[in-house]
């Protein structure tokens, strides 16, 4: 089945010439189907290229799944159209009376910033909070997951000397983790951060569970069986170019950014970088929609319910 979206978004070009399956709304409307619901809370500056690499990732799925596009009200976007957010966003008190199966939060460029001091922070506590009884499984991704690790369990962040930047191997630490079902023993995932989370800080007895990490870069991925939040502390969602611009766009602003390890052939910025990831974020994100459909109620009412 494919991924419904609306019929204007920007994204929707982009994943039909990749060859990924887009539903149109009318004909969505005309199936007689229960599909998952979805909510993205977009907290990254570029909305457009966000919505576009988690769309092409759920629209990968043999389900029909619903996405719905939600925004932070009480934060006004420098680096997307007004018109953009008004024709596909909702805010999230547009959407808070709903429940969803699955809720992606993503990250933001505020991670040294402490998280009181975020501009937003109110209003996301209440949507963290509000996932526990509206949303079936919740995943949270870089800074988004950071937060939410915090939030729920206070577990810090902590700065870095140096950016974590470029494509770093990690090891599959739980092979029989629904989620990491078809894993490969070590793999390979984007990192651009400069704060870190650290696997002593992980409260005993929390419920969380380390799934993903790195001898470089430390834990990658919790998940929590207790409310099936996963955390997602890196960007498996990429682009192939993401860092790429990530890096030219520094290099061109003079701020110190070493060549992003491991991503270009020969460590060559002039070459083409290769993608390493690609595979195991479809994989991720399969294992996820397939973990969802499996375990929540057929009446989204009954969500949140025991």
């Keep these: 089945m494919p991924i419904r979206i609306p019929d204007q978004l920007p994204a929707r070009d982009v994943l039909v010439r990749e060859g990924v399956a887009v539903m149109d709304e009318m004909t969505a409307l005309r199936q007689d189907i229960r599909p998952l619901h979805i909510g993205l809370l977009n907290l990254m500056p570029n909305k457009i290229r966000t919505e576009t690499q988690i769309a092409r990732l ?65 209003e996301l506590t209440r949507i963290f909070d509000w996932t526990a009884t509206n949303v079936h499984s919740p995943f949270f991704i870089c800074w988004g997951a950071m937060a939410a690790a915090y939030h729920f369990h206070g577990v810090p962040k902590h700065a870095l000397e140096k950016k974590a930047f470029g494509v770093y ?28 989370v650290r696997a002593a800080d992980i409260p005993p007895g929390s419920g969380l569970e380390l799934l993903m990490e790195s001898d470089d870069t430390g834990p990658c991925m919790l998940s929590e069986p207790r409310g099936n939040r996963l955390y997602m502390f890196n960007h498996v969602e990429y682009d192939s170019t993401s860092l790429k611009e990530e890096y030219d766009r520094d290099v061109a602003m003079g701020v110190p ?14 070459l083409k970088p290769l ?28 969500i949140g319910r025991g």
């Design 257 to 270: 950014i070493e060549v992003p390890h491991n991503y270009y052939p020969k460590d060559d910025p002039s």
């Design 58 to 122: 759920i629209g990968a799925s043999p389900l029909q799944v619903e996405l719905t596009l939600v925004r932070i009200g009480e934060h006004r976007s420098k680096n997307t159209a007004e018109d953009h957010l008004i024709n596909f966003y909702e805010t999230w008190a547009d959407v808070a009376d709903r429940k969803f199966d699955g809720f992606i939060v993503t990250g933001a460029p505020i991670e040294l910033l402490p998280y009181e001091d975020v501009t937003y922070w109110s």
């Design 169 to 196: 191997r990690h090891r599959n630490l739980a092979p029989a983790s629904p989620y990491l079902a078809g894993f490969s023993d070590d793999f390979s995932v984007p990192v651009s951060r400069w704060t870190e």
């Design 275 to 302: 993608n390493r990831w690609r595979s195991h974020a479809h994989l991720l994100f399969g294992n996820w929609i397939n973990q969802v459909y499996q375990t929540t109620p057929f009446d989204l009412n009954e």
